[in-house]
């Protein structure tokens, strides 16, 4: 049996490289999609993010039927819980 050439090696460990790095990549932009959708949003925000009125969007939380939470007696919103109730209604 042979040795492996040199160049082979060289490439091997290149393209080595290359993977751990795109794996790097990879994680970073997953960590960021997380972060992004897990960002909290006040009424205001929420409403504009979804198109809706303020006095549907409240009528929806009074009615509980789109997620929120009231700490303080203030509506806010997981961005994530919202585009979730978002694809459930389009199914």
């Keep these: 049996m ?3 050439n040199p160049e082979d090696k060289t490439t091997s ?3 080595q490289e290359e ?3 795109l794996k790097r990549t990879a ?5 960021q999609f997380r972060k992004e959708n897990s960002k909290l949003l006040n009424f205001n925000q929420a409403a ?3 198109g809706l009125s303020h ?4 009528k929806l939380t009074s009615h509980k039927l789109i997620p929120c939470h009231r700490p303080m007696h203030r509506l806010y919103f997981f961005k994530e819980e919202i585009d979730e109730w978002v694809r459930r209604r389009k199914e």
Excluded: G, N
């Design 13 to 15: 460990k290149k393209i």
């Design 55 to 58: 006095s549907y969007l409240y």
């Design 19 to 21: 993977l751990d790095e």
């Design 2 to 4: 042979r040795d492996k």
């Design 48 to 50: 504009d993010y979804l």
């Design 27 to 31: 994680q970073l932009i997953t960590e």
